[in-house]
Structures are given as C-alpha cells and as structure tokens.
C-alpha cells in the first residue's frame, strides 16, 4: 500500500486532480451562472433525456414536454455521450444544473491525465507528462468552455485528442501493439462532439502524411482494423441519424443552415486575440502567457530536444501553429470545400492548438530547467492560475434567481427564427416543413389528432407523452390522420379493427408531423408508441457486439504485451 501512494503515476494524478480542484472553484459557487451560452440548452437536454428515460423509451430520443409539447429530438443528431454520462451524477443527485457541473470537472480532470499519459509514453519522463497536463487543463480557451460558454462538448472533446495521437505513433512506430488508443479516442471524440471530430480529421491526416515513410502493410492493416472497430461501435450514432436524412429534410442539414464557408471566413480571430485578450472581450482565445513565452522559446530549446522525440517535437510544433493560423481570419478558408463550413467558428482551432503547444510547451520547459523538482512544478502551478484569475475572475457571471425547474418545458416557440429557444435551440432538428409553418405549430392543439383528408369520428383520444390512444368510427377511405407530434422516426401506430391487429405506416405530413392513413373500418382503436425503428435497434445490436469483440480485442493485446 506504501508502495503504491509512493508511485510516481498515482502522485501526477493527485497533482492533476489538485489543480482541477483549483480551477474548478468558481463552479462550486451555487449561484454561477451556468445557463449562460450554451449552459441552458445542456441543461434542458439532460432534463428531456432524464424525462424519456423515465417514461419508458429504448430510444431516449423524445423530449415530448419540448417543442409545444409535440416533442423535439436532439439525440438522434446530437452527440451522445454528452447527453448520458452526466445523467450518472442524477443517480445521486437531484440537480441537473449540478450533474452538468460535475460532468465538466470531470473531463478537465480526465483530459489532464490522457495528456500526461501521451507525453509520458511520448518522451518516456513523468515530470514532461505531469507538466503537459498541467499546461493542458489550465490553457484558457478550456476554461472559456467552462466559464463563460459552458460548451460541454467541446470540454469533454480535450479527453480525447491525446488519445488519438497515442494511439496512431503506437501504429506507425509499432510500440507494444497499443493501438486501440487510436479507435478509443475516434469513438469517444465521435460520441462528444461532431466538430472536434472534423477538426481532428484534418490534422491527424497531415500528421499521418508527414509519417508517410513510417506506413507500410502492418501499419495500413492496423488503421484498417481499427477504422472497422469505429465504424461498427459508433454504429447506432451514425445509422439512425442516416435514416432520419433518408426520410425528412431536417434543418440541421440544409446546406448553410448551421453555417458556411463565408460565415467561417468572416468569423476568424486578429493575431492580437491569440496574444492577449481585450477587456471588452467577452470570450478568452489567447493561448496563455505562460504557452507563449515557453512557445517561442522553441527557438531555443529545439536543438536540445532529444533524438528519440525530436520529430514529434517539431510536427507538433508546426500543427499547433497552423491550428492558430487556422482560427484567424487570415486563413484562406473562401478556398476551402463546403464540408468546412460546418465548423462554423474558427477558433474552434484553438482547443486543437492547445494540445499540441502543451506538449511542446513541457519538453521545452524540462530544457530550461534541467533538472525539475517538486517546487517548479509548484510554481507553474502557481503562475498558471494567477494567469486564470487575472483573466476570467472580472468577467465570471453569477444568478442569484436561477431556478431550473423554470425550464423545464422550455420557452414558447416563437415566430423569428433568430431567437434561441433554452430546449430547442434554434429549432435546428426541426423538420424543414415544421419549421416553415413556424405559426402553425404555435397554434397547433398540441393534444389532439386532426383529419387532414377523408372523414371519419374522432370519439375519444388520450396523450399522454409520447403514448396516445384513439377511438375511431365511420372510418372511410384512406383517411389521412395527423398525430399531435413533430416527426422524428420510430413511432409506432398499431391499428386494432375487427378483432385484428395491424401496424399503420407512418410519415411526415404537409406540417412536419406524424401522419397515418387509416383503411376503411367501422370502429377501430389506435394505439401510438415512440420505440425507435428497425434501424435503431439492428445498429444498437451491431455496436454492442463490436464493443465486446472490441473488449476481447483490447485484452489479447494487453496479454501478448
């Protein structure tokens, strides 16, 4: 047991949790103002999500109390994991606004020890790994996501970028056959956040482009591989979502809708915001002076960097200049293809940034101070949170009438389509024809069924969530029924008629909502159902597999090592 609190691993990470801990205080405070940015939405979503739960559905997709109250849908299209791991906490707590405190806390936490085990494996020194953790969870744009944006998604997205990076120099330089950081991180970064997904994509190509000498047959089937085991465990992420494409134009992808090459190009940073940060500046994008003082003493410390990670040292170094070149304004991103535009901020580039200056940043401080001891390490700790508190102590918010149980069923839809709903966004997983008849939906009884064409008697019809029953009669010929709910896939309308049992097709009406056609009949019974579709449930099988195939897989490798 001495032993083991005397190990140099178990010390890092009490140092790294400390200084979570540390940075982490303003969140502690019960009234910071955590439904500012992005924090409502979040919040609202984890409140649908807990609500689907509860009331029964596979699929928790339904937040039926949104949207009027015709239900809304964030998690066919919406990363998941942001959704379900901060629902853990509620097994504990009441609060949601707390769930989504911890959850953020976490991830800084996490993501400094993934970036100490990457430098560590990397340059084969603790102190090196312990500082880059250090460096990477108190680099300011971090904490701006936690701060003053509370973007959860792009805050559990530093996790992962470590791991990908671990995972493919375990590839190319074929070490101790760890190669499942790679598909780890892929999956985890898909699972949290679309953006960082695309962004990582880039550079993790040029990173692998630039180590072109290094790919041969066993590197190409070990990508293989592992691109087989992302494909298949992300699987129920990226199926239902296909499907749902396949099916209604939703918002979310109508060319420009979240944003374009022109709005990326209009929304790049002045050199001077990556050095310093105005006080009139309500986001923080600068790299920290600690960062940048350590960065250009790159110029210096370069040809002291040792043989075995010098290459590292120097790709590392340009990707992380290239990303901030990437979040300015000066990039040519006009030239860019149209994929890029749903970046939408190109100071998205910064979080990337950080990763890779991090780890430069650690080895040219281990340069500087020849030989680190314990008080040095104190005192970047030091530094970087006085850094911290110059910066973003004047601008943290704090709401003293937060109540979130106010929230619980969202604002009211309204007509202009600029304003931010706090459940539904911008109505951007909105059917393209909901969001069109914007008054409609307004309007809209939000508890009854409605006859668009044909006739028939509408007796008795009870909603009650995403479960509605109706009691029909004199039903003629294909009566067409529009349902009381916003179409997502998955809903399921049985049709029980003269001692028969049958399942009515579903499909969007003129609305954007849950239609059915009735046959001819004298009397029936509908019975509705939100439980997802084939699809959902075939790829939920599929990704299950792969994880315990995956699992199988991890484990042989470990035990060949």
Not at 356 to 377: G, P, Q, Y
């Amino acid at each position: 047991m001495i032993k083991f609190f005397k190990n140099k691993t178990f010390i890092s990470y009490i140092i790294l949790f400390v200084v979570t801990i540390i940075i982490s205080i303003p969140l502690m405070n019960s009234n910071f103002d955590i439904k500012q940015g992005d924090g409502i939405l979040h919040i609202s979503r984890l409140m649908g999500t807990y609500q689907a739960l509860l009331e029964g559905q596979k699929f928790p997709n339904i937040m039926y109390n949104f949207c009027n109250g015709f239900g809304y849908c964030w998690n066919i299209f919406y990363s998941p994991l942001t959704a379900f791991l901060p629902l853990i906490f509620k097994i504990f707590i009441q609060s949601f606004s707390l769930c989504l405190k911890l959850f953020m806390i976490c991830t800084i936490f996490i993501s400094g020890i993934t970036m100490y085990k990457f430098t560590k494996e990397t340059t084969k020194s603790n102190k090196i790994g312990v500082i880059s953790g250090i460096l990477y969870i108190t680099v300011p744009y971090k904490l701006t996501n936690m701060y003053l944006r509370v973007a959860i998604g792009e805050l559990a997205a530093f996790i992962f970028f470590p791991l990908i990076f671990l995972g493919i120099n375990n590839i190319i330089n074929k070490v101790n056959r760890r190669d499942y950081y790679f598909s780890i991180g892929v999956v985890g970064l898909i699972f949290t956040h679309n953006i960082s997904t695309l962004i990582i994509s880039v550079l993790g190509f040029i990173y692998l482009l630039l180590n072109i000498k290094k790919i041969d047959k066993i590197v190409i089937k070990k990508l293989c591989i592992n691109f087989l085991f992302i494909i298949s465990i992300t699987c129920f992420f990226w199926a239902p979502m296909i499907e749902a494409i396949s099916k209604v134009q939703y918002e979310v992808f109508i060319p420009n809708r979240m944003g374009s090459i022109e709005s990326l190009s209009r929304n790049g940073l002045d050199f001077t915001q990556i050095f310093y940060s105005n006080t009139k500046d309500s986001l923080i994008f600068n790299i920290g002076i600690l960062n940048l003082i350590f960065l250009f003493s790159s110029l210096y410390s370069y040809k002291k960097v040792k043989k075995k990670y010098k290459y590292i040292y120097c790709i590392f170094f340009a990707l992380g200049v290239l990303s901030i070149i990437m979040a300015t304004k000066y990039f040519p991103w006009r030239i860019t293809p149209f994929i890029f535009g749903m970046i939408q901020f190109p100071w998205r580039f910064i979080g990337v940034s950080s990763f890779f200056i991090s780890f430069v940043c650690s080895i040219n401080i281990s340069i500087l101070i020849k030989n680190i001891r314990t008080w040095h390490i104190l005192l970047i700790i030091v530094a970087q949170v006085f850094n911290i508190a110059i910066i973003f102590v004047p601008r943290l918010k704090y709401d003293l009438d937060f109540n979130e149980n106010d929230y619980w069923y969202g604002d009211e839809m309204v007509l202009e389509k600029e304003v931010i709903n706090s459940a539904c966004a911008s109505y951007e997983y909105l059917p393209s024809k909901a969001q069109d008849n914007r008054e409609y939906v307004l309007n809209r009884d939000r508890y009854k069924a409605l006859i668009c064409s044909g006739n028939a008697k509408i007796n008795i019809q009870f909603k009650n969530g995403t479960h509605m029953n109706i009691y029909l009669s004199d039903i003629k010929e294909d009566t067409v029924i529009e349902l009381p709910y916003i179409y997502y896939p998955g809903y399921r309308i049985k049709m029980i008629a003269n001692n028969e049992t049958r399942t009515l097709d579903e499909f969007e009406t003129d609305n954007g909502f849950v239609g059915i056609t009735v046959p001819k009949n004298d009397v029936a019974f509908l019975e509705l159902k939100y439980e997802g579709t084939k699809i959902m449930n075939i790829s939920r099988t599929i990704s299950m597999l792969s994880m315990l195939i995956y699992l199988n897989y991890i484990i042989k490798n470990n035990n060949y090592n």
